[in-house]
């Protein structure tokens, strides 16, 4: 009978090698069938267009609200940056208050009882037109928009008098707010904004008396002030009212007062601005319930249903002089798609002249949505590379959602599995067109639910003074957050790689596994030789994993300094050391068992003081023998 032999001490040494990390993670598919730039999973990683594997930077407390919200579970409603040649402010509104910090990350309340956001719980939408940050919604009662306003002495919350009742999703659009009201499913519009701001705008006669004689006009209630104006009589009637100041601040109607007391029987009715003009709205999605708004090219407006999406050109109609405004009635309306929506307003980001938005089936593109029809074919979805991650998100919850587009990333945060907050933060790199897996930064395990230090509710993004522009994230617990990308590489310290979301900072348990490494031959089995991994200007101490066939085996290497220089071996030397900012680690692999498919685990170590430091994976190289099988004769 014939007698099999494994030649492989005959063959030549196979090498396979990862010399960039641009592909990013791609856990779609199987392991084996990745490219040389990809990886199986990234967490609290990052890359470059160079494409070397970076610990990402840490989130630190820029203001402390938590003191004024305590409890762990604090109504974090929404964040805005407020920007004014007057006043640069951050805005957030947490429990209900409305809370102003400055650039010394100092908060202060600027509301009084009655003029509190409505729900202490819901999300609040909020955009700013000229030197006002419109938001929903007001909490005198009418629960309509409010507005935001530094006074040059002081902040000023007023509320707009018309328009819709718990109004959603508010955008700015050619110098008009675009809202929705959620009880009649409508998207209504605003004039392009006057000065709202608690003005009296019209005087009507009701009543025009008699006995009087020529005067004054005078306000009385309303909470303003500075109200004035004049009237005429016409036989000791009055006939005629003119405002000669339209005071400021009324957060009611106001009683006009004449100067001359007369029969006493005169009214003279007041009237706000009116911001919203009455009828002014429309109706889109045949039923499907309406999601989210965002502003696009031009005076584009789409808007998002739970299962269709729609543009609309809100374009003022050219005039002789001026452009008209116009009515709601008049918008063309364009229908993206019938059959792929947006799940929650927070995840729209402008990306370029694109929108990215989270929908049913994962991270789509508009422009590429727009496409589909034409080649029957789900190109909008972005996310398809990282389905496992879409399919944990806690759909229940997915409305709270929230993204933006920061230095070529689309950061999008949701709830996954059982979790009621943002506790995962999926990372696309556009610079790249790849992801980079997740953020979540410290993760414990309590009663067999899962915690992250990572939770945004909301973004913004500040630039006070003139100074760096820096992201800033509204956390779970009221507390905004500040990235720490925005330090620069020469003045970076250990900590700028740690979350220090409470008091204390915690390292971020950044992880990586690569692709499979088959060495060319898929289905043959292996011999490992050994694997080189080379670092730039890296300061980790990190452990090396070994999976062989998917299956995790022993560590290759334990606290290994990656910025020491200092070579690990479990063989005898002649190596190589990395010179310069490069260092090199060459493990031999030689004592472990046969395999197909080879793969390596890079993981913080738990070595206290030191595992918060810099990584920088620059290339994996690995070498060894492909078993041929032959038969003896």
């Not at 993670?25 to 990683?45: H, T, Y």
């Not at 605003?190 to 009543?207: C, H, K, Q």
């Not at 009515?327 to 929650?344: D, E, N, P, Y």
Request: proline share 3%.
């Amino acid at each position: 009978m014939p007698v099999y032999y494994n030649d492989g001490l005959d063959d030549a040494v196979q090498y396979d090698r990862q010399a960039s990390f641009v592909g990013g993670q791609i856990s779609n598919f199987r392991e084996n069938l990745l490219n040389e730039s990809q990886a199986e999973s990234l967490k609290d990683l990052d890359t470059e267009k160079n494409g070397i594997l970076k610990s990402r930077r840490g989130f630190h407390r820029f203001s402390d609200l938590i003191a004024t919200n305590t409890g762990v579970d604090t109504n974090t409603q929404g964040l805005a940056y407020f920007d004014t040649d007057a006043k640069e402010s951050l805005v957030a509104f947490v429990n209900g208050r409305i809370y102003v910090i400055n650039s010394s990350g100092t908060a202060a309340t600027v509301d009084s009882e009655n003029q509190r956001v409505n729900s202490l719980t819901a999300q609040v939408d909020s955009c700013q037109v000229a030197d006002k940050l419109f938001y929903n919604s007001y909490y005198n009662g009418s629960n309509r928009v409010g507005q935001l306003k530094w006074t040059g002495a002081a902040w000023e919350v007023v509320e707009v008098h018309d328009g819709p009742t718990n109004s959603r999703y508010l955008v700015n659009n050619g110098f008009r707010i675009f809202a929705v009201q959620p009880s009649d499913n409508q998207v209504y519009v605003s004039d392009i904004l006057p000065d709202v701001d608690g003005a009296i705008n019209s005087l009507t006669i009701t009543n025009g008396g008699t006995g009087y004689s020529s005067g004054t006009l005078s306000a009385t209630g309303g909470g303003g002030s500075s109200f004035a104006g004049t009237y005429t009589v016409d036989a000791g009637v009055i006939n005629s009212v003119t405002i000669t100041n339209a005071g400021t601040g009324y957060t009611s109607l106001p009683t006009i007062v004449p100067s001359d007391s007369g029969d006493g029987n005169a009214v003279i009715t007041p009237a706000f601005k009116t911001v919203f003009p009455a009828a002014n709205a429309f109706k889109v999605g045949l039923g499907d319930p309406i999601t989210g708004l965002a502003s696009w090219v031009g005076f584009n407006l789409v808007v998002f249903c739970k299962n269709s999406c729609y543009v609309i050109d809100t374009n003022p109609v050219p005039a002789t002089a001026t452009p008209s405004i116009p009515a709601a009635s008049t918008f063309k309306i364009r229908t993206i798609s019938t059959s792929s929506g947006c799940l929650s307003h927070g995840s729209i980001a402008q990306v370029g002249e694109d929108l990215f938005y989270l929908s049913r089936t994962g991270v789509r593109s508009i422009r590429r949505t727009m496409e589909e029809n034409m080649v029957a074919s789900d190109i909008g979805i972005l996310s398809y590379p990282i389905q496992n991650v879409i399919d944990s998100i806690n759909w229940e919850e997915a409305e709270k959602a929230t993204a933006i587009f920061w230095r070529g990333r689309y950061l999008l945060s949701v709830p996954t599995g059982s979790s009621t907050k943002n506790d995962t933060t999926i990372v696309y790199n556009t610079n790249t067109q790849s992801w980079m897996g997740v953020w979540r930064g410290d993760v414990t395990v309590a009663a067999g639910v899962e915690s992250s230090t990572i939770n945004p509710v909301d973004y913004a993004v500040t630039q006070f003074s003139g100074g760096k522009p820096f992201l800033v994230s509204l956390d779970k617990i009221g507390n905004p957050l500040q990235f720490r990308d925005f330090v620069e590489d020469i003045n970076l310290v250990d900590t700028d790689f740690q979350d220090k979301t409470t008091t204390t900072f915690a390292d971020t348990g950044w992880e990586a596994t690569t692709r499979a490494f088959t060495f060319g031959e898929q289905m043959t089995s292996k011999d490992a030789e050994f694997a080189e991994f080379e670092f730039d200007r890296s300061d980790a101490v990190i452990d090396i994993g070994v999976l062989l066939d998917n299956e995790s085996n022993d560590n290759l290497a334990d606290e290994l300094d990656t910025g020491s220089g200092e070579l690990r071996l479990t063989f005898t030397l002649p190596s190589t050391l990395g010179s310069g900012a490069v260092t090199r680690f060459r493990y031999s692999m030689t004592h472990y068992p046969e395999f197909r498919e080879l793969q390596f685990n890079f993981k913080q170590s738990a070595q206290a003081g030191t595992d918060s430091k810099y990584l920088a994976l620059r290339s994996i190289h690995a070498g060894g023998f492909l078993n041929s099988v032959g038969v003896e004769s």
